[in-house]
């Protein structure tokens, strides 16, 4: 069987976990404080804090923004359901606008004629590694006065315009859940260049704590600490953060081998009339998170039916990122929404397994696969 995708973990990562259990330190500690700093370095941003996963990265981030109860933020709804969910949390209203049909992110279009008095951000995901247009965005935010908050839970190693994902906004939101490019198990970091956003982020995500537990234990003189606001329990563990400096070492080299995966499916599936690849813009630098092949009206077999012979000849797929408010929690809320490209996408699309190392015979046999089912439909 050829899986969707599975981490790349090595004897690395087990002997950095295993020495940071053996100190002693299991919870937040000097090893999140070292992978913060590295991940800061690596995209580019002043500051980075780690947190549980990219969701509380995103609650967080709401927060600290100043998002709140009546506020709206506008947002894709072919995204994962925790974007709208952790606009959901702060007690805002996400509103659901339209992507572009060529790259899967949010139409700057669109989300202008979805803004309102309410509109207060805009909360924009770089769906599946590919790089959203940063400076449209930034541009329209800041003529209406809003803020932007970049979902860029799939998007670490890709960069925009010739910099990595993480410095061109005021808050960005990562993940490192095993799906992901990188990861710890679970876990998340939240990068930038802003330090009242950066001290408060750091409150909020341990009980709005004042001083942290491993400043109070390395601490030569008694310290008591106060809990200045009403926080979270959003912490990553050193025993995580020790898996995730290895995982950071290797980032760059990783996004490497995948986008090698991306260019021999390019390569191969070019010829075919009736698929449309994915769209990497010459300025922009995606770390293919996922590969997502979209199924024309002249495709010979519909989405599902594909999928499940793929399956039957050992080839795990997965379908189009889902809409958000095609799903019980939001649609029975929701009347009267239009996103034909959003819905169309998700109906239409398939992602095919990348994963680091595939070899070359795994990236034949889903190439050749894909190619002979294809194929036999046409002639039979």
Known sequence: ????????????????A??????????QGPKVMEFEEKFAAFTGAKYAVAVSNCTTALHLSLIVAGIGTGDEVICPSMSYIATANAIKYV???PVFAEVNPRDYNLDVVDVEKKITGKTKAVLLVHQMGMPADID????????????????????AGSAYKGEKIGSHSELVCFSFHPRKVITTGDGGMITTN???????????RQHGMSVNDRVRHTSEK??????????YNYRLTDIQAAVGIKQLEKLDWIVQERRKVAAAYNSAFRDLEFIRLPLEKEEDFSN?????VYLKDSSPVDRNTLMQKLLDMGIATRRGIMNSHRETAYKESIEGLDLPISEDLQDRSILLPVYVPMIDSEISFVIEGFRKLTETIVHT
């Not at 295993?18 to 919870?27: A, R, S, V």
């Not at 449209?136 to 979902?151: M, N, V």
């Open 18 to 27: 295993y020495d940071t259990i053996l100190t002693g330190w299991i919870t």
């Open 91 to 93: 007690g805002a209203t």
């Open 222 to 231: 008694v310290i008591f600490e106060d809990h200045v606001e009403v926080g």
């Open 288 to 292: 293919y998170q996922s590969y997502s």
């Open 194 to 204: 802003r330090k009242d956003y950066y001290d408060r982020l750091k409150l909020l």
């Open 1 to 16: 069987m050829i899986p969707i995708a599975k981490p790349f973990l090595s004897k690395e990562e087990a002997q950095a």
């Open 136 to 155: 449209a965005f930034k541009e329209l935010c800041a003529q209406y006065d809003l803020k932007l908050i970049e979902d860029a839970a799939c998007a």
